[in-house]
């Protein structure tokens, strides 16, 4: 009785050393088509990658699809046809109604982060490093990848915090789209080569607490999304001035609802603005 039990533990612990070891394999670095050309590829497992074990995929989602939905201010959630749901700049006054798997804060203005995020969160992505060195985050989720390209941050014109905010790129299902925030200067090559290729872009349009729109116009021109979903409303006419400059270059049209579902195949053939329904 003894033998017999000692072979089930040693089958038992060999399965599970053979389960880690196909676990291990999983842990492939995925790169979409707009990975950052500065990157390069990835030939090794990255310490920043995960994959989860299950999969449990939003019945209402269609296959390649994303379901992007305005929560408020800059806060936006982003669910893949496996299931992953984020939250961006996540914060305490529109946390959402579901709890996240990943949240991004891009950078510590009390709008843009949690002081205590739910503990449920699997991954919290700041945009800074506390520590005082440059935030970096490259994590594979299910069937997205979340990646950082940080960027400098004015403090209330008394200097510059450097690397204190982060722009979040999110890759799945082909389409790569670009978290802005707050963004306060222009970009340099090597930042958006580190972008790479870029879909779907989420603008700040206020016009004063993040950028002017002559800079966000320069911006957008740089990094060429063909869908801009702008966020930060705003504040004395702002929202108006930006409508009314970018009708001058691209479709801007207002969606019926909060929530879009994006793909390959319905992103515009030339660049649009797309407002979800909160303005």
């Not at 982060?113 to 991954?123: Q, V, W």
């Not at 800079?215 to 702008?230: C, N, Q, S, T, Y």
Request: some cysteine.
């Amino acid at each position: 009785m003894i033998l017999g039990y000692l072979n089930k533990m040693t089958a038992l612990v060999a399965g599970t050393l053979l389960g880690l070891a196909f676990a291990a394999t999983e842990v492939t670095p995925v790169l979409a088509s707009c990975a950052g050309m500065a990157q390069g590829p990835l030939r090794k497992p990255h310490p920043y990658f995960m994959r989860s074990a299950a999969v449990d995929a939003v019945a209402s989602l269609p296959e390649n699809h994303l379901r992007i939905t305005f929560v408020g201010h800059s806060t936006f959630q982003i669910e893949t046809p496996e299931g992953a749901r984020i939250l961006t700049d996540y914060n305490d006054y529109v946390p959402g109604e579901r709890v996240p798997h990943i949240v991004t804060m891009n950078n510590s203005h009390d709008t843009h982060f949690s002081y205590a995020p739910d503990k449920r969160i699997l991954h919290v992505l700041r945009g800074w490093d506390p520590k005082g060195g440059v935030a970096k985050h490259n994590l594979k989720f299910r069937d997205i990848r979340v990646r950082n390209v940080a960027t400098n941050l004015m403090e209330n014109g008394d200097g510059t915090l450097r690397n204190g905010n982060s722009m979040f790129v999110f890759e799945a299902v082909g389409l790569c789209a670009v978290h802005i925030s707050h963004l306060h200067h222009y970009l340099s090559k090597n930042q958006l080569a580190s972008l790479g290729l870029i879909d779907i872009a989420f603008a700040p349009i206020d016009g004063m607490w993040t950028m002017s729109h002559d800079e966000l116009f320069r911006v957008l021109g740089d990094i060429k999304a063909r869908m801009v979903i702008p966020m930060h409303f705003g504040s004395m006419g702002g929202t108006e001035a930006f409508i009314a400059r970018a009708r001058d270059k691209w479709t801007v049209r207002r969606q019926d609802s909060d929530t879009i579902l994006v793909s390959l195949r319905n992103m515009p053939k030339s660049p649009e603005v797309v407002f979800l329904q909160g303005f």
